[in-house]
């Protein structure tokens, strides 16, 4: 898609307003948090310096660093109402409407009262997302009421802490930070405007994140990962990638886990994710999943010039992690929390209520007939 067009419909290649929190596809395929590049935090910090980064507008000293993992440790418990309401909830639900439902339940039991606390609200949401969604996850599934605070450094082993029972191996560990780390933000994307929609209108953390979990479920947005497990999933082998989408292609049927709506040549979070997703088929000793992601990534660039986004490649790398693949959007969510809390706080710190205008294409103006002769 080397020759996309940013303009038309979507507001596609219209600004509509202005950050200091990340660039995306600026050289066609580059990606900033704050003005580093994703690849130099990749490879040299950890998902909570990142966070703080965003959150806090730089990267943080050790001494910084180590009050914030304790802090961020500190939050991770859940009230028993809020508990409650996730035993409620049914095995069979999708885990992105418990996201929803959680954030939401959060912000009635500890309400942002004052923007004021917008930091600390942001906080205790980026530590509660995992225990959020593993609680009911294990309840739901597993019929087991699990202790949600782990002595876990990170995030992301204490995500995979909670779902299995067990301290992630170094490797799954050091792939779920980087993971966190390639979701976190990126603009104007379609869950993060909901979310500064909603800050506009001066309403609460809570509601604007609870808006961008609606927003992000999406498959043409963070759904699209789970939506490409399930393509791969099924494919057999290399030939079989081929015919596959040979026929979708044909079908016009649009293939989960490619194209962007802004990167023009490819996404700079697919060569990291590549790259963990074949150490991770390495390891879990069957690279099935790895090769056919492969395969539809060539084919892809050979039939329409189309490259895997972030998500696609996260299909593999997740799934040899042990993760169920209705968890995989979830995961985004307890990310993408640092770019949408900071586009809020961004949102209110120069805020005007966001509020476009139309092209009206409707009938011309006529009179109510009385109701007998409609
Ligand atoms: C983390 C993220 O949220 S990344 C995005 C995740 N979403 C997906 O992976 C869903 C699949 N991809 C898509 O639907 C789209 O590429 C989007 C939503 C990401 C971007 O949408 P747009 O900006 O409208 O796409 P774009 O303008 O590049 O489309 C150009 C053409 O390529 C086609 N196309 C784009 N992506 C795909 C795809 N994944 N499979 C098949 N065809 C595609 C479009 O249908 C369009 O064809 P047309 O000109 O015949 O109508
Ligand atoms: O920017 C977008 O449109 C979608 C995306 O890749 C993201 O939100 O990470």
Not at 308 to 333: R, W
Request: glycine share 8%.
């Amino acid at each position: 898609m080397t020759d996309k067009k940013l303009s038309g419909a979507g507001l596609r290649g219209q600004s509509a307003g202005e950050t200091a929190l990340s660039t995306v596809g600026k050289s066609g395929s580059g990606l900033t948090y704050r003005g580093y590049d994703l690849k130099d935090l990749a490879d040299n910090v950890c998902f909570e310096e990142v966070a703080y980064l965003i959150l806090k507008g730089e990267l943080p000293n050790q001494q910084q660093l180590n009050e914030y993992v304790i802090k961020l440790k500190s939050l991770r418990g859940l009230p028993t109402a809020l508990k409650e309401v996730l035993e409620r909830i049914p095995a069979d639900t999708h885990p992105m409407d418990v996201m929803r439902t959680g954030c939401s339940m959060l912000g009635n039991l500890e309400p942002e009262h004052s923007f004021n606390e917008q930091n600390e609200a942001a906080d205790r949401l980026l530590a509660a997302f995992p225990s959020i969604i593993c609680y009911w996850y294990r309840f739901s599934h597993d019929g087991v009421r699990i202790e949600t605070e782990t002595d876990d450094e990170h995030i992301g082993a204490h995500f995979l802490h909670l779902l299995h029972s067990k301290k992630p191996s170094d490797l799954h560990a050091k792939v779920m930070d980087s993971s966190l780390i390639l979701y976190a933000e990126h603009e104007f994307n379609a869950s993060t405007f909901t979310g500064r929609v909603c800050a506009s209108t001066l309403s609460d953390m809570h509601s604007c994140v609870t808006g961008a979990i609606g927003s992000l479920r999406g498959p043409l947005h963070g759904g699209a990962n789970e939506a490409a497990m399930a393509l791969i999933e099924n494919l057999k082998d290399e030939q079989d990638a081929r015919d596959t989408l040979a026929g979708m292609l044909a079908r016009k049927d649009k293939i989960m886990g490619f194209g962007h709506a802004i990167y023009r040549e490819s996404d700079p979070r697919n060569a990291i994710i590549k790259s963990w997703s074949e150490q991770l088929a390495a390891d879990f000793g069957d690279d099935r999943l790895y090769r056919v992601s492969v395969a539809c990534e060539s084919i892809m660039w050979e039939q329409k010039k189309l490259f895997c986004n972030a998500d696609f490649f996260h299909a593999s790398a997740y799934h040899y992690m042990g993760i169920p693949t209705e968890l995989f959007t979830p995961i985004f969510v307890c990310s993408r929390l640092t770019g949408w809390a900071a586009h809020v706080m961004e949102q209110r710190s120069n805020n005007r209520i966001i509020r476009p205008s139309a092209d009206y294409v409707g009938e011309e103006p006529r009179r109510v007939k009385p109701i007998a002769e409609r």
